[in-house]
């Protein structure tokens, strides 16, 4: 993507190189809402749409923080930090246009960089993790270290350091505050809290297609007023969505995939949602309710 000179968030707390204990600790009210939220889930699995498979990859790898360590960050680093914020103003620019357009207000989410792990509203959250998004406090949180292991750990091919592929990440994510906002997450999960494992999961399933839809009619107006994305964006993107298909990630992992156990799509579905919404924008008649993201 050709971002040169755009403005960056100032909505990002950066706790990177800081340790767990550094920020301030988690209240009882967090660790109510944890609680409340791990229920509404039906498990205790925090994390997001390419959560799992790192998790299984990268376990035993990483290491907290030794306490109050602060380093220097490498130049790529600060150029991952740079992109993202980047990529998080061009989401509240087009997020608070198109809320007014449709005479409501869109309140900025913040993002949490950080390193191995942190407090969130929603328990502790891990490297492991993969991003995600917590509507306790209405952040994402992200390890930019797993931008690397986009490429070297799932195989996507992600062909310059400003890739698209990585853009999705962050739209995706703010894609669930989205769903926060419009009262989506709060009925699916009063919804889910009702169902077997099986039915919960498929109503997980349309969230996180929800969530690559909305990344995609982010994608849409970004490329509409700023033509920042290049073909080859779109297929790392493209590629992305792909291999973080529920099915592709079993398989993978497992040799075979179970259809019931996914949560996030299978890889067809998720590469339709993300070039769907990159087509059409058309986020607003588009909704959970209609049972079109069957
Ligand atoms: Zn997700």
């Given at each position: ?143 930019l270290s797993f931008f690397a292991s986009m490429s070297s750990q799932l195989g996507i091919s992600i062909s ?37 494992k099986a039915s919960a999961n498929k109503i997980s399933v349309k969230l996180e297609l929800l969530a690559d ?82």
């Amino acid at each position: 993507m050709k971002l040169n000179g755009r403005r960056e968030s100032t909505n990002v707390e950066d706790r990177r190189g800081m340790s767990r204990g550094a920020k301030a600790g988690m209240g009882g009210i967090a660790g109510i809402i944890f609680a409340v939220i791990i229920t509404l889930m039906g498990g205790g699995n925090l994390g997001d749409a390419l959560g799992t498979v790192v998790q299984q990859q990268l376990q035993g790898q990483l290491q907290e923080q030794p306490a109050g360590n602060q380093r220097e960050f490498t130049e790529e680093e600060q150029a991952a930090a740079e992109f993202s914020k980047q990529i998080l103003a061009s989401l509240e620019e087009v997020w608070t246009a198109q809320f007014q357009q449709n005479g409501m207000r869109y309140e900025y989410p913040t993002m949490v960089l950080f390193t191995g792990s942190t407090s969130t509203a929603c328990g502790t959250g891990s490297s492991a993790m993969g991003p995600f998004y917590c509507s306790g406090d209405q952040k994402l949180y992200l390890d930019l270290s797993f931008f690397a292991s986009m490429s070297s750990q799932l195989g996507i091919s992600i062909s310059d350091k400003s890739s698209f592929a990585y853009a999705y990440v962050i739209a995706h994510e703010v894609g669930h505050h989205i769903e926060y906002l419009r009262g989506t997450l709060a009925k699916a999960h009063a919804k889910m809290n009702q169902l077997d494992k099986a039915s919960a999961n498929k109503i997980s399933v349309k969230l996180e297609l929800l969530a690559d839809y909305y990344a995609g009619c982010w994608a849409h107006y970004e490329q509409q007023k700023y033509g920042s994305l290049t073909e080859q964006d779109l297929a790392d993107a493209i590629d992305a969505a792909q291999k973080i298909g529920d099915d592709y990630l079993q398989k993978r992992s497992q040799g075979y995939a179970s259809p019931d156990s996914f949560t996030h799509g299978t890889s067809q579905q998720r590469m339709y949602w993300l070039k769907k919404g990159f087509e059409s924008g058309d986020w607003n008649t588009t909704t959970f309710d209609e049972g079109e993201l069957d």
